[in-house]
Structures are given as C-alpha cells and as structure tokens.
Nanobody, 120 residues
C-alpha cells in the first residue's frame, strides 16, 4: 500500500492550500484516513481524520480553518486549509488505516510527507 500526497507549498499568512492523498495498492477497505503534521523540534500531531462514514476529528488549532474530505471510492483524502498561520508550518503526513484483505486486520500506513510553509 502506498500513500501519495501532493499539494504542499509556500504561502503568506492568510493564504490557502489544499493537500490531496491517494492510497493505492492492494486494498480491501480503509478505516480512518487523514493528516498529521510535524513542525521542527516538535512531535507529530493529528490535524484531521475522517472515517468512511464521514465522522471527522480535528485538532483544536485548525477547527474552523481546515476541512477534510474524502472520496471512498477513489481512496482519496483531501485537506483544504484556509486562513493559514505561520504556526501551521510543518511537514504534513497522510495516514490511513488499511485492511489489505477481507481476512486481515487493519494496519497503519504513512505517506512520505509534504512541506507546508506559511511565511511573509
């Protein structure tokens, strides 16, 4: 299973970016799918996740500014980020809880990460 993320970049404060991640490979089903981030010198933290049924979880720091969406049929998750702040600067990682076969339990997979920089 591979998670391919795209959409990172550099924007000024108040700007917007959309991250997209597609899972590919041998996939029977995906449970939670979402985004984490890691800023320099800090631990990786949850940004947002979405279940197949649409239940979402957001970090308090991004509520009202970020929106996570998901296309279950295409195994794609997106993160629309608005009103970006310098403290949002981090490497953003796609994460998915994947069952590869109907008879196996889910395992966690990570994408390589995409840099988001918010700076004037």
């Amino acid at each position: 299973v591979q998670l391919q993320a795209s959409g990172g970049g550099s924007v000024p404060p108040g700007g917007s970016l959309t991250l997209t991640c597609e899972a590919s490979g041998r996939i029977f089903s995906i449970n939670a799918m979402g985004w984490y981030r890691q800023a320099p010198g800090k631990q990786r933290e949850l940004v947002a996740t979405r279940s197949p049924g649409g239940t979402t979880t957001y970090a308090e720091s991004v509520k009202g500014r970020f929106t996570i969406s998901r296309d279950n049929a295409k195994n794609v998750v997106s993160l629309q980020m608005t009103s970006l702040k310098p403290e949002d600067t981090a490497v953003y990682y796609c994460n998915a809880d994947v069952r590869r076969y109907s008879w196996t339990t889910a395992s966690e997979y990570w994408g390589r990460g995409t840099q988001v920089t918010v700076s004037s």
